[in-house]
């Protein structure tokens, strides 16, 4: 197995970059880490280099501030650009990036391709739940607008995504809604809801944002306007809530103390809602595996993004979606 590594993508590119996948390239020798970068800025960083891994020279950068799309058609050689491209060329199985995410989806649509039959790939993080189980929600993301069809493509892609990587063998999917009733919603939903009833999957109905937290779903499907706006709330809510804790938490001595007799369970509670732990978003409906890591991501969190990467290839996921989306035409 073989997955290139985007290593100049991120906030702590390369130096995170190169020590995650040290750590990975030691736990999975089985897999090849291809570092798609500058050769110059990566070889001082692999003093130790394990013989899973190997650079692959890219000279450019695509930066945060560059226009997407305009950046991957510019800066051909760019190390997410020629990332991509070693999956298009079968070089390569997956591909990671935390780098500019517009830039990774339009590397995913322009240099890798879709899957034949995807309207509108979707880009689909995991949201933590307090059973410690998350929902893959998508589409938070990709696309702003979204007709009932995208919809029904999100919801099977989402159920084979949590069905192969995590084995879930009878994933809940549901769809975000104003409330829980089959006539709630606007026009899209409206649309949508019968067209998921139809879907190979288990649909379960609507589900409100109050109760996704709360484990209701596995599979949370909605438009990337709302996904991304949900996604934007959880996550300032739980940083509010943490830094409010901290104040609290330093304010005297007597709140010190109670401090230190809660900091196991606060360090678990924080841990579910840690991105880390996850990897990475895939973004779903492309001809080969494209994951996204979180911009800040550390160390730990890109070992996790190979570990997520290699259990999709091993389970064979865009192979799984691509026959599932067969079937799931055939509704519309």
């Known amino acids: 197995?073989?997955?290139?590594?985007?290593?100049?993508?991120?906030?702590?590119?390369?130096?995170?970059?190169?020590?995650?996948?040290?750590q990975a390239a030691a736990e999975w020798p089985d897999t090849e880490l291809i570092l798609v970068g500058h050769t110059?800025?990566?070889?001082?960083?692999?003093?130790?280099?394990?013989?899973?891994?190997?650079?692959?020279?890219?000279?450019e950068v695509i930066e945060a501030e560059d226009e997407p799309a305009k950046a991957v058609r510019r800066k051909k050689n760019a190390s997410m650009v020629v990332a991509g491209q070693l999956v298009r060329a079968k070089e390569a199985d997956a591909m990671i990036s935390a780098g500019n995410t517009g830039a990774l989806m339009a590397t995913g649509l322009l240099i890798v391709g879709r899957i034949r039959g995807i309207e509108r790939p979707a880009l689909a993080p995991m949201i933590p739940s307090m059973d410690g189980s998350g929902a893959l929600a998508l589409d938070l993301g990709a696309n702003m607008d979204a007709k009932p069809e995208h919809l029904l493509q999100y919801a099977i892609m989402g159920s084979v995504y949590r069905?192969?990587?995590?084995?879930?063998?009878?994933?809940r999917v549901g769809l975000l809604n104003v409330g829980t009733e089959p006539g709630k919603g606007n026009e899209?939903?409206?649309?949508?809801?019968?067209?998921?009833?139809?879907?190979?999957?288990?649909?379960?109905?609507?589900?409100?944002?109050?109760?996704?937290?709360?484990?209701?779903?596995?599979?949370?499907?909605c438009d990337g306007f709302v996904g991304n706006i949900l996604l934007k709330s959880l996550e300032g809510t739980a940083g509010a809530i943490f830094?409010?804790?901290?104040t609290e938490f330093t304010r005297s001595?007597?709140?010190?103390?109670?401090?230190?007799?809660?900091?196991?369970?606060?360090?678990?509670?924080?841990?579910?809602?840690?991105?880390?732990?996850h990897g990475g978003?895939?973004?779903?409906?492309?001809?080969?595996?494209?994951?996204?890591?979180?911009?800040?991501?550390?160390?730990?969190?890109?070992?996790?993004?190979?570990?997520?990467a290699r259990t999709a290839v091993q389970n064979g996921l865009?192979?799984?979606?691509?026959?599932?989306?067969?079937?799931?035409?055939e509704l519309t």
């Open 253 to 277: 001595l007597s709140t010190k103390l109670a401090a230190a007799v809660l900091k196991p369970g606060l360090s678990q509670f924080k841990k579910k809602l840690d991105y880390t732990e």
């Open 188 to 221: 899209l939903t409206k649309a949508a809801y019968p067209l998921l009833q139809e879907a190979p999957i288990h649909f379960i109905g609507n589900v409100e944002a109050r109760d996704v937290l709360s484990g209701t779903c596995d599979v949370l499907v």
């Open 1 to 22: 197995m073989r997955i290139a590594i985007d290593a100049m993508g991120g906030d702590h590119a390369p130096d995170a970059v190169v020590a995650g996948a040290l």
């Open 243 to 246: 830094s409010a804790l901290k």
């Open 281 to 308: 978003a895939p973004l779903l409906g492309i001809d080969g595996l494209v994951l996204k890591s979180h911009g800040s991501s550390d160390v730990h969190a890109f070992k996790n993004a190979v570990r997520q």
């Open 163 to 171: 069905s192969k990587v995590h084995g879930i063998e009878k994933p």
């Open 318 to 329: 865009v192979e799984a979606i691509s026959s599932e989306i067969r079937v799931g035409s």
């Open 40 to 59: 110059d800025r990566l070889q001082p960083l692999l003093a130790q280099c394990p013989p899973n891994v190997r650079l692959h020279h890219a000279e």
